[in-house]
């Protein structure tokens, strides 16, 4: 773990760099320990892959000062980093129309639909972080086999609930947005509603599984969550 | 004193170009990929806010480059601080910096962008805005409007109740900012500092840089092509805070304002220190601005003489 002043009002605290499930449940567990600690003019904490930016005001806490701070609670805390970890269950619909690029994905793999789904749904990613949109997640990491490179050209506009793969990673965007991202699915569940009190389903050291469903099923989720008959305690554990 | 009404409505007959409700945004939520947002001068409108007898956390409008033309309905004191956009009452010139009390019927109507680019209308009183995230900021999404009174459109009004009646203050003109190019910004290194060739960085800090037509809330993008950049110092995403100047694969510079995404991947040559950020704010699209290396020391105590000059006016 390093510091680096980040601007005169942030710390970066930098971990090993590397994208990888063990370092970045110490980064959330570290990020979680902050965040409900009283450290005088700590202000705010934003856990990312294998790094947490951390704010504060420079009027209350000096960076020598926070990085000490820092550097102690990171003794504890990073002892209980799997602590009450969730496991989300998200219904995904891989069929085309849903899906807008499994042409792409197939030629790069060298797989078929089926055995990507087959790999998607039996993996168990870790959300990495959130981030570009508010609630875009970053999970991984993809079995190497359906790693994909990006679209040459982006999308101009990407389905709200689009399931995506980019390199190492799999993400959901959270509400129409331009991107490059593979499109092999599309989920029913909002991942994001700005209306509700809690806008958002996942946080940073969630765990995730998708399922398959028909097109039929992610019709009838869609229907039981605009009627306010889904379940969603159905999606954890 | 002339008796003020309880409430007060204003007529947006025009937008202008970005008029936005702004206050001061919502830190905490970045971990779920929220944006700060807020204000981009702070300093313009807490004097704005001030100046109506109004906290330095409430609403008022941020208006960028061309003003608005409202209508007022009812009695009430307002302000305008930040970039000079030429204001007039009823068709006469109007001071900035100072109490205004406006009657009801009155007309607040913008002319020729004389200095800076954004200007801070504040109303004395309480105003009545749909929030999201504990924040009246005003927050675009494409398919989710979560923040409709804060992006008001031709037509729109806004009501503000609880109207003030303050007296009349103003904010001494010699320390009222000239907002002038080219702009002396102080930078901290950045992460990534150390990564770029000494060619980069002599080129970076030696020249000044024009700031090109690609500019929003979420950032400016310079017009400069750094020399000797390496596109292949790839970073891993990590947190963004406003201020940060990243350099693009193609080696142009983006400095990252109030609205910017809360993670990014490409590396950090520095961060504007937090003094700086109010008169970043106020630059536009042909600005040019000349940065050098502070260091964190003498960042801390120009916001500190920043801070001190304003607890010692703003009474």
């Given at each position: ?28 567990a ?33 960076y ?20 009450a ?17 499994w ?16 790999i ?10 959130l ?24 999308r101009?506009k990407?389905?709200s ?7 190492l ?8 947005a ?18 509700k ?5 996942f ?8 399922k ?26 | 004193m ?8 204003i ?7 970005q ?5 001061n945004?919502?830190?905490?939520q970045q ?9 981009m ?9 001030w ?13 960028a480059?061309t ?12 302000a ?7 204001p007039t ?10 109490t ?12 020729a962008?004389k ?11 309480d ?33 503000i109740?609880g ?25 901290i ?18 020249n ?7 500019y ?41 304002m ?10 950090r ?10 008169k ?36």
């Amino acid at each position: 773990m390093d510091f680096h002043p980040y601007g005169d009002s942030a710390v970066l605290v930098n971990f090993e760099q590397k994208i990888d499930p063990q370092i970045n449940s110490k980064v959330v567990a570290l990020s979680k320990a902050l965040v409900t600690s009283e450290i005088k003019g700590l202000i705010n904490s934003i856990p990312a892959y294998c790094s947490i930016t951390v704010t504060y005001n420079p009027l209350e806490i000096s960076y020598s000062k926070l990085c000490e701070e820092i550097e102690k609670l990171s003794a504890t805390s990073l002892g209980d980093q799997n602590a009450a970890l969730r496991v989300l269950s998200i219904p995904v619909c891989y069929e085309d129309g849903y899906s807008l690029d499994w042409e792409d994905v197939e030629k790069q793999t060298g797989l078929v639909s089926t055995e990507i789904i087959e790999i998607h749904t039996k993996t168990i990613f870790q959300v990495y972080m959130l981030g570009f949109l508010p609630g875009f997640v970053y999970m991984g990491s993809l079995p190497q086999s359906i790693a994909v490179a990006r679209k040459t050209k982006p999308r101009l506009k990407v389905p709200s609930r689009s399931v995506g793969l980019a390199g190492l990673q799999t993400g959901i965007y959270p509400s129409e947005a331009p991107g490059g991202w593979q499109i092999i699915g599309r989920t029913p569940l909002d991942i994001f509603d700005g209306h509700k009190a809690e806008p958002f389903l996942f946080q940073a050291g969630d765990s995730v599984r998708f399922k398959s469903i028909s097109p039929e099923s992610y019709m009838g989720i869609e229907q039981e969550i605009k009627s306010s008959n889904f379940n969603f305690d159905e999606i954890y554990g | 004193m002339r008796f003020m009404g309880s409430q007060v409505k204003i007529y947006f007959i025009k937008p202008g170009l970005q008029t936005l409700v702004q206050d001061n945004g919502r830190m905490g939520q970045q971990a779920f990929g929220v944006p700060v947002g807020g204000v981009m001068d702070k300093s313009a409108a807490r004097i704005a806010n001030w100046l109506v007898g109004n906290d330095v956390k409430s609403p008022l409008l941020e208006i960028a480059l061309t003003g608005p033309h409202i209508e007022f309905e009812g009695d009430c004191q307002i302000a305008i601080a930040g970039a000079d956009i030429s204001p007039t009452i009823d068709g006469k010139p109007v001071n900035m910096y100072q109490t205004i009390t406006v009657n009801d019927g009155t007309e607040l109507k913008f002319r020729a962008l004389k200095n800076g680019c954004r200007a801070y209308l504040s109303i004395g009183g309480d105003w009545q805005i749909k929030k999201w995230l504990n924040s009246s900021s005003a927050f675009l999404l494409s398919d989710q409007n979560l923040t409709p009174d804060s992006i008001p459109v031709k037509g729109d009004h806004l009501v503000i109740e609880g109207i003030k009646n303050v007296d009349v203050k103003s904010f001494p003109p010699r320390l009222q900012p000239k907002h002038q190019s080219p702009i002396q910004i102080g930078i901290i290194p950045g992460p990534e500092f150390d990564d770029f060739s000494k060619k980069a960085v002599d080129h970076f800090l030696n020249n000044q840089h024009t700031i090109s037509n690609d500019y929003n809330r979420m950032g400016y993008r310079l017009e400069t092509i750094l020399s000797d950049f390496d596109p292949k110092q790839e970073v891993i995403s990590s947190g963004i805070v406003p201020g940060t100047i990243q350099i693009t694969n193609s080696g142009q510079p983006i400095i990252l304002m109030a609205d910017a995404q809360t993670t990014g991947g490409y590396p950090r040559i520095g961060n504007v220190i937090t003094a700086h950020m109010d008169k970043l704010a106020q630059a536009k699209p042909g600005d040019q601005i000349k940065f050098s290396l502070v260091k964190l020391e003498d960042a801390y105590q120009a916001l500190r003489d920043n801070e001190a000059t304003m607890n010692l006016l703003l009474k």
